[in-house]
């Protein structure tokens, strides 16, 4: 069975400074990889998602992600963190079987952005 | 669109009582998934259906434990007897299809108290 380790429970960082969130995922086949955001009372909002194609993807909100199959990690990135970028993070990994898609996810990361 | 759309937002029931959750998936999409949120063991898949019809229960935890899907536009689930370890958000998303393309859209959740 699939499954996905964000090896970090909560991380700070400065506003303005850069961001990476760590995401190591186990699945035989090929990935399909997604990182998904929470807000504080809110559902789970997309990010991002790698399919298949260039390893390095684009989001919504200045992030990006990179897939690397050696180290069977999908990390997320921010150049430089708004404090609005506080949340709660999950990644997740998908599993296409007998015609049905389903996620699993990481526990998280709580990001926390100081002045 | 009005997005999946939960009910209620909270719930604090004493133990032994039944609770019901509510979800209304997005017009149009025919594949609908509970999740189960905790601190100890992060976002857990519990079932999911397609067409209404159940695909995987396996994620269920109990037998007290049942969801229903008695049309498109509407899914609960029951928890009867409640126990206060049954505390947690309990998140519904809903897609189009079998979610190939996964573009899951999470409701706000229901944080379930127990006491």
């Known amino acids: 069975a699939q499954s996905v380790t964000q090896p970090d429970i909560h991380i700070t960082v400065s506003e303005g400074a850069s961001l990476e969130l760590r995401c190591n995922y186990s699945?035989?086949?090929?990935?399909?990889l997604f990182w998904y955001v929470q807000s504080p009372g809110q559902g789970l909002q997309l990010l991002l998602k790698?399919?298949?194609?260039?390893?390095l993807v684009q989001g919504i909100k200045g992030f990006e992600a990179e897939f690397k199959r050696s180290q069977s990690s999908f990390n997320l990135r921010k150049p430089s963190v708004h404090w609005s970028d506080a949340a709660e993070y999950f990644c997740a990994v998908g599993e296409f079987y007998s015609g049905y898609s389903t996620l699993t996810f990481g526990k998280g990361t709580m990001l926390l952005v100081s002045p | 669109d009005a997005g999946v759309i939960q009910s209620p937002r909270h719930e604090v029931t004493e133990m032994g009582q039944e609770v019901t959750l509510r979800c209304k998936p997005i017009?149009?999409?025919?594949?609908l998934f509970w999740y189960r949120q905790t601190m100890m063991r992060g976002l857990e898949l519990l079932i999911y259906?397609?067409?209404?019809?159940?695909?995987?229960d396996s994620g269920m935890p109990e037998d007290r434990f049942s969801a229903k899907m008695p049309n498109a536009s509407f899914s609960t689930l029951k928890i009867q007897p409640s126990e206060p370890r049954d505390s947690a958000v309990y998140f519904c998303?809903?897609?189009?299809?079998?979610?190939?393309?996964?573009?899951?859209?999470f409701g706000s959740g229901t944080r379930l108290t127990v006491v």
């Open positions: 998303a809903s897609i189009i299809g079998t979610g190939g393309d996964y573009g899951y859209t």
């Open positions: 790698y399919f298949s194609g260039d390893t």
């Open positions: 017009s149009g999409h025919n594949s």
């Open positions: 259906f397609n067409n209404n019809v159940p695909i995987d």
């Open positions: 699945y035989g086949a090929t990935p399909y």
